[in-house]
């Protein structure tokens, strides 16, 4: 899958249903601004409100369903509402705000995450939908991320055991030029644009050893060559994995402070 | 009494078994009758080959020696004392049986319908199942003793049936425990042996075997007795050729254990079409148009067939167009199925994938669509959740093109796992998938650790510990969340829908899901 795939839905019919509720908010938003002056405090913008409160809590529950998944079946329909549910709550904001810059700081804070963690999370879905493509289609070996230093040094002892008894030549092709790049983890932000960057490159020192070493020691050299392509894949599961974890970061920490401001801002209301 | 003294009761009673276990001293065995039937000449290198699969065993009276409902891959043959051959009535404890996993979901008891999506069972993969196991194949019910020379046991462990009735000791009793490789070499080396296996099969289970297999299941009782009694048993090895593709056929094969691969010859390749389990049958194809094998049959493992002549194959056929009807429509189907695969060889390549690897096994095979699965944990998570906070399987295993095949239990339609343990702890109840393990009862000897061929039983260590000081160490495998309404919590727990659980017995759905 390229990147522009993983643009596809994977459920187009929620896809469609989303689009459909946005239009019949939008409709709805018209008619009521035609009837009477929008304002977020009353009336129907009030209620816009009210019902993005309602679905930011039910995003904000998305941990929970692990414990509660049975009402809505499996934890695929829970991340299908979530990101769904999601975009509906920035558009039920905006028409919140009748698509005005808000007026103090409270509001724009409010505004501004509410934008940033609906579109980290969908940079999320697209992440979630990319990497695990292309690790596919482009990775031989598939490891777990915990596991992958052990894996890696587990890699060094093969390759350090393959040398032992290899001729001098060898021995130096492998300390200086091999067993560099194979002692520890490399992540690198290269293999989000190609999981295969680097490789052709890498191999080129064995692919020239081999024509120089005796015909005993060429299985050697294929062997060490077969080690060094599966530390490259560990290094990329190790990058794009990492990523798939750390997205979060930038994706839940502003999702907290949001449902902080949210309680400020309703209480705000409530009091004043 | 707590569940601590009940496992180191239980393991004391294990270990004492062991002693009483003792490799069969080649003397003894010389004087069985059991080797008569070996011609004398070559006697002596036979025991010598055979007697590291014997072991003399004794039990004390009441001592249970099979239990109904278990696997077992040896056969019994008594020195001295007396066993007792206990089946209980249908009625009374038939559904807490162990054994039996080929009954469709609707008639399982307890099964849950709402969790039918996540075993992966298709309507369409329990055509042509049987079931064949857990049932009163010797005896209908009561008891019958046996005595010095008679033998038990063989025919559940060369078909790999569960045993169909309880054995105990009726006073003290002394076994030569037999088990699968050297009853094999037996069955080779004597004649006479073989020919009292091979009537026994006949004479007690094949009529009830071939009745349940569907294809026979209207035929008259007078005909089926017909077919019993002319019928031939073949065995043949791993490997080892059934038939040739454009060899002249001549017989119909029923299969009634192991598995065989079904191939076809494009150009210098053999391409996998499909595989023949227990209850599946071929050469109709080849008979009913009277042409030649349009397939090559191999044996994947140990392979246990009934074949019958062309004659009988046109008798049944001719007295029952129904059932030609039903070989007919099979028969376009497979032909089909070729055509398709000779146009599209690449098609084979999954179903040859799970022959390799032993999937075929299967009825419930977690997998793991890794282009899409993100490698979150979540269903390592929701096992672990399910189970007391320990996972039942682990995340990794052999990756064929985008699919994982984690270290989880398949849920083995014969599982080798629940030959041989030694307190009845590993059970598949009558009707269900789940192979499970109760915990209690498990005295952590690793017998089904070892004896799963996949490594999807692992050992844990318990916070309790042995007289040794040693910690208690116990069976763990998945259970397909018994307990859970919902199902396997790895496939309801996954955001992405990548955990699929698939019967490899539905070979339309393994093909459509994996490609």
Not at chain 1, 112 to 135: C, E, F, I, N, R
Not at chain 1, 139 to 151: D, K
Not at chain 2, 300 to 324: G, N, S
Request: net charge neutral; aromatic share 8%.
């Amino acid at each position: 899958m390229g990147s522009a795939g993983a643009l596809r839905p994977k459920q187009p019919r929620n896809t469609w249903l989303t689009g459909a509720a946005a239009a019949v908010m939008l409709f709805l938003y018209a008619v009521a601004r035609a009837i009477a002056p929008w304002s977020p405090k009353r009336g129907a913008g009030l209620v816009f409100g009210v019902a993005a409160t309602v679905v930011i809590v039910f995003e904000m529950a998305y941990p929970l369903r692990r414990a509660r998944a049975r009402p809505l079946g499996t934890a695929q329909r829970w991340l299908q509402a979530h990101v769904y549910l999601g975009v509906l709550a920035l558009l039920a904001v905006l028409i919140h705000t009748g698509f005005r810059a808000p007026g103090g700081l409270m509001g724009w804070s409010l505004l501004l995450l509410s934008a940033w963690t609906t579109v980290t999370g969908l940079v999320g879905v697209w992440l979630q939908k990319w990497l695990p493509a292309v690790m596919a289609e482009g990775l031989r070996v598939e490891a777990l991320y915990e596991r992958i230093p052990a894996l890696v040094q587990h890699l060094v002892e093969e390759a350090d055991a393959l040398v032992v008894n290899a001729s001098d030549a060898l021995e130096r092709f492998y300390t200086t030029e091999v067993r560099g790049r194979l002692a520890a983890v490399e992540p690198s932000w290269l293999y989000l644009l190609d999981v295969r960057a680097g490789r052709e490159r890498a191999l080129e020192p064995f692919r020239r050893m081999i024509t120089f070493v005796d015909p005993e020691e060429k299985e050697i050299v294929n062997d060490l060559m077969t080690i060094r392509m599966e530390k490259m894949d560990l290094d990329v599961h190790y990058s794009l994995q990492g990523v798939l974890r750390r997205w979060l970061i930038v994706h839940v920490p502003p999702a907290a402070l949001l449902m902080a401001l949210l309680v400020l801002h309703i209480l705000a209301w409530a009091v004043y | 009494m707590s569940d601590t003294s009940d496992r180191a009761a239980l393991r004391q009673r294990y270990e004492r078994r062991m002693q009483l276990m003792v490799p069969a001293e080649a003397d003894l065995l010389a004087r069985q009758a059991l080797f008569a039937g070996i011609p004398e000449k070559a006697r002596p290198k036979v025991i010598e080959k055979v007697r590291r699969y014997i072991h003399l065993v004794r039990f004390e009276e009441g001592d249970i020696v099979l239990r109904e409902g278990e696997y077992s891959d040896s056969a019994y043959y008594v020195v001295e004392g007396g066993a007792e051959v206990v089946l209980t009535r249908e009625s009374e404890s038939r559904p807490l049986l162990r054994g039996g996993a080929h009954v469709p979901g609707a008639q399982r008891p307890g099964a849950r319908p709402e969790a039918a999506a996540f075993i992966g069972r298709g309507a369409a993969g329990l055509s042509g199942t049987v079931m064949l196991s857990a049932l009163p194949a010797e005896l209908t019910t009561g008891n019958k003793t046996l005595g010095p020379g008679e033998i038990f046991g063989e025919i559940g462990a060369l078909s790999r049936y569960p045993v169909s009735a309880t054995v105990r000791a009726r006073n003290p009793l002394t076994v030569l425990q037999i088990r699968l490789p050297g009853l094999r070499m037996l069955l080779a080396s004597s004649k006479d042996f073989k020919k009292s296996v091979e009537e026994r099969y006949r004479q007690r289970v094949l009529a009830r075997h071939l009745r349940q297999v569907p294809l026979f299941a209207r035929v008259e009782d007078a005909f089926l007795e017909d077919i019993k009694r002319r019928a031939e048993l073949v065995s043949f090895e791993p490997g080892q050729v059934i038939a040739e593709e454009g060899s002249d056929a001549d017989a119909f094969l029923l299969v009634v254990g192991g598995y065989v691969k079904v191939s076809v010859r494009a150009g210098s390749s053999d391409l996998a079409l499909t595989y023949l389990r227990k209850g599946d049958y071929a050469g109709e194809s080849a008979l009913l148009l009277e042409d030649q094998w349009p397939f090559a049959l191999q044996a994947l493992e140990h392979v246990e067939v009934v074949k019958l002549t062309r004659e009988m194959f046109r008798a049944v056929t001719a007295a029952y167009p129904d059932i030609e009807d039903e070989l007919w429509s099979q028969a376009v189907a497979r032909l089909k199925a070729r055509g398709a695969l000779k146009r599209n060889p690449v098609s084979s390549e999954y179903v040859q994938m799970a022959m390799e690897t032993g999937l075929i096994h299967g009825e419930s095979v977690l997998l793991i669509d890794l282009a899409t699965c993100t490698r979150c944990d979540e269903c390592v998570r929701g096992c672990a959740d399910a189970h007391g906070g320990e996972p039942r399987f682990v995340r990794e295993g052999q990756k064929y093109r985008r699919w994982l095949v984690p270290t989880a239990c398949y849920q083995c339609t014969d599982p080798v796992c629940m030959i041989d343990c030694p307190t009845g702890a590993i059970t598949r109840q009558v009707g269900t998938l789940e192979v499970t393990i109760d915990q209690p009862t498990c005295i952590g000897c690793s017998n089904c650790a070892n004896r799963c061929p996949w490594g999807n039983i692992i050992m844990v260590e318990k916070d309790e510990k042995r007289a040794d000081g040693k910690n208690v160490e116990v069976a763990t495998k998945c259970d397909l969340c018994l307990t859970r309404p919902e199902g396997p919590a790895c496939v309801q727990m996954c955001p992405h829908g990548s955990a699929v659980r698939i019967s490899f017995k539905d070979l339309d759905r393994v093909t459509s899901t994996l490609t």
